[in-house]
């Protein structure tokens, strides 16, 4: 069964009955996926089940939980973290950094256990997750709080953060689950992850994070959970706190069962009988660590046996039963021969080091990245210098510092550059940016995924040009830019490998559908910065016209809801640049015309923002927003003293609430429509 809200609403207990089924379905899928790596339906299928949720739980606030699926794409912005203490302290581990001091942790644990020498004690190994600690606590199978590590005795409340993590279950499943369980996890960004983060970053103009851990950290500690959300965040479980319903046996014990209930446990942890075997897989991990999908600096070993634990109890600061055995750090020391200039697929201009090529962790590095301007400003460097180079998740190493005391005064700084080094258009620097960037929508580095862009389903919806398709063309000197997509014959495609007449002549048909998209869809598919599907839709009908839009001010932008002054920026320096607007003249005159949109500005909401709470007779939501953005209004998610009308239908739930306690306007669907019939 499937449910449309678009279609009919369903009575409270039908779909009371539908919430539980697709929750029940999500979280076994999402299990599937994030945590066995064995997925058993598609992406689609599951955004299918997803969004059928979202517009129940939408239609009857009512009956959201803290644990449905939907509470991972992250709540309102917080003010500030609030402290919560942890009942067990969360210690710290001392540090081992060779064999020697790992033979030496087990002599001294021998000794306190009254142990033979020679007698072996079973040993848990972990992989040492680089991440941040955090605390989770689960009442009667649900996830009640999250908190950080903090200073070890009380941490800061991340619970909305945390709820975001994917791989993370938002209620147990299984048997005997206890009333209360504490267990202590490792939360971090996959090296993918990591990397992609820090490319999207370089391509705002951001500042890059140093490492993986930064990033995790960073991501974590968001005061607003729907940053945490875009941001694939993963956690491994390791150590039980105050547990209430149920014991563990042992380490072992408490991982089999955790991993039962659906909490993700590292796959890398071993029992190791001696402090022999635990120290040759401190070795293993060591040779492993560059091919692992996450980052790690060293092996955890600790007792497994959990009465050991307990009579061995604990020092100040530091557990007596486990040791954080280190890796030794992945630098080395060499010369930056050269700086080259990198254009990245939106024009971010990036320095990269050229080096004398130097091995670091059994890998020879001859290129190291710079991240930008300022950077190599901050810290001195310049071409001919001896720098130390470290590998630290990132696939281009990093220059950790400079060593001043061997220049020899032949050592050259590097001035940013002016004009592109692709193309050759004039480079800018946004204000409140770190990048220098190219602005030339010809510019070859940026066209692959322009165009790509542009021909996507939500922007030109050129159905079947695909990036295979783009690939082609690109490399038999067919296209240059987007405007050249305009000028393609059927015997253009025909050049293809395995194109048939057919399918070149869908393909054309295709070209011809787009040239009349809405304007909208037209700026979109431009692939202005910052300007995503809705920005493109206000300024499509704030400015009526393409024209009209290319010459708009700044004053005239930003006058616009939702356009602040960086994104009015990012439109006048596209639009300023000549030969953005040489692509799009050549556009116009292949025949592309834009469908002019009505403008909002002047309609009877404009300046009005409107939120819908409840369940909707007369109309879908999305018919709602049609009525109140054709006149102007904006249809808003959240309640605020910013809101000016609120539309409640039948059930409406705390939207309804905070409107009274807010003293705002609420309308039921009667007067709404009532409202939007009137002559003023």
Not at 9 to 37: C, F, M
């Amino acid at each position: 069964m499937q449910l449309s809200l678009l279609d009919n609403t369903p009575s409270p207990e039908v779909a009371q009955q539908r919430i539980d089924a697709l929750r029940t379905i999500l979280e076994y899928h999402n299990r599937l996926y994030y945590q066995l790596d064995t997925p058993e339906v598609s992406d689609a299928e599951y955004d299918t089940l997803f969004r059928e949720l979202q517009e129940l739980e939408a239609a009857f606030p009512d009956l959201i939980t803290p644990d449905s699926p939907t509470r991972r794409v992250g709540s309102a912005p917080l003010a500030r973290f609030a402290a919560v203490t942890h009942r067990i302290p969360m210690l710290s581990l001392e540090n081992a950094t060779n064999e020697t001091e790992i033979g030496e942790f087990d002599q001294r644990l021998k000794k306190l256990l009254g142990l033979p020498g020679d007698q072996n004690v079973d040993y848990i190994c972990e992989p040492k997750m680089d991440g941040l600690a955090v605390e989770l606590i689960y009442i009667d199978g649900c996830l009640t709080t999250a908190s950080t590590r903090g200073d070890g005795f009380t941490g800061e409340d991340v619970t909305g953060n945390v709820r975001t993590i994917r791989s993370l279950p938002l209620r147990l499943t299984g048997r005997d689950i206890p009333r209360l369980l504490e267990v202590r996890g490792e939360v971090f960004l996959s090296l993918d992850a990591f990397q992609r983060i820090n490319r999207e970053k370089e391509e705002n103009g951001e500042p890059s994070f140093a490492n993986p851990r930064n990033a995790a950290a960073g991501s974590l500690r968001q005061l607003d959970p729907r940053i945490s959300a875009q941001r694939p965040l993963s956690i491994f479980c390791y150590a039980p706190g105050i547990v209430e319903g149920t014991t563990f046996r042992n380490q072992r014990d408490f991982f089999d069962r955790i991993a039962g209930w659906g909490l993700p446990v590292n796959p890398l942890v071993h029992c190791e009988n001696g402090i022999a075997g635990a120290a040759a897989y401190y070795r293993q991990m060591m040779e492993q660590r560059e091919s692992l999908p996450y980052e790690i600096d060293g092996t955890v070993i600790k007792v497994d046996s959990f009465s050991m634990q307990a009579e061995l109890g604990e020092k100040s600061r530091s557990p007596r039963w486990a040791i954080a055995c280190k890796f030794p750090p992945r630098q080395a020391v060499t010369r930056l021969n050269e700086i080259i200039l990198s254009v990245g697929r939106t024009g971010v201009i990036t320095p990269v080091a050229q080096l004398q090529p130097v091995e670091v962790s059994g890998v020879t590095v001859s290129r190291a990245t710079l991240h930008n301007w300022d950077e190599l400003t901050l810290k001195d460097i310049r071409v001919g210098d001896t720098v130390v180079v470290e590998r630290a998740g990132d696939v281009i190493p990093a220059i950790v510092k400079v060593l001043p005391e061997m220049r020899n005064g032949t050592e050259q700084l590097l001035s940013p550059p002016t004009h592109c080094p692709e193309c050759g258009s004039e480079i800018v620097r946004i204000a409140d940016e770190v990048a220098v960037r190219c602005m030339g929508l010809s510019c070859p580095p940026q066209t692959r995924q322009s165009i790509i862009h542009f021909v996507s389903r939500n922007a030109m919806d050129i159905e079947g040009l695909g990036e295979r398709f783009v690939e082609q063309l690109l490399s038999l000197g067919l296209v240059h830019n987007v405007a050249d997509i305009y000028y393609l014959t059927p015997e253009d495609f025909r050049r293809f490998e395995r194109m048939g007449d057919k399918l070149a002549g869908n393909l054309m048909t295709a070209i011809e559908k787009s040239r009349h998209r809405d304007l909208g869809r037209f700026i979109f598919a431009l692939g202005i910065r910052h300007v995503g599907e809705r920005t493109a839709k206000a300024l499509a009908q704030a400015f009526g016209s393409l024209e009209h839009l290319e010459q708009a001010t700044l004053e005239e932008l930003t006058s616009i809801r939702d356009v602040g002054l960086t994104v009015a920026q990012s439109v006048r320096t596209f639009f300023d640049n000549p030969e953005n607007i040489a692509v799009i003249r050549r556009m116009l005159e292949a025949g592309v015309t834009p469908a002019i949109e009505r403008k909002r500005i002047g309609g009877r909401f404009t300046g009005k923002s409107f939120v819908f709470t409840g369940s909707l007779e007369h109309f879908t939501r999305e018919k709602a927003r049609q009525l109140v953005e054709n006149q102007g209004g904006n249809v808003i998610g959240s309640v605020s003293r910013k809101t000016d009308f609120v539309v409640a239908g039948e059930d409406a739930g705390s939207k309804l609430t905070k409107a009274h306690e807010l003293g705002i306007t609420v309308l039921s669907e009667d007067a709404f429509l009532a409202l939007m019939e009137s002559e003023t």
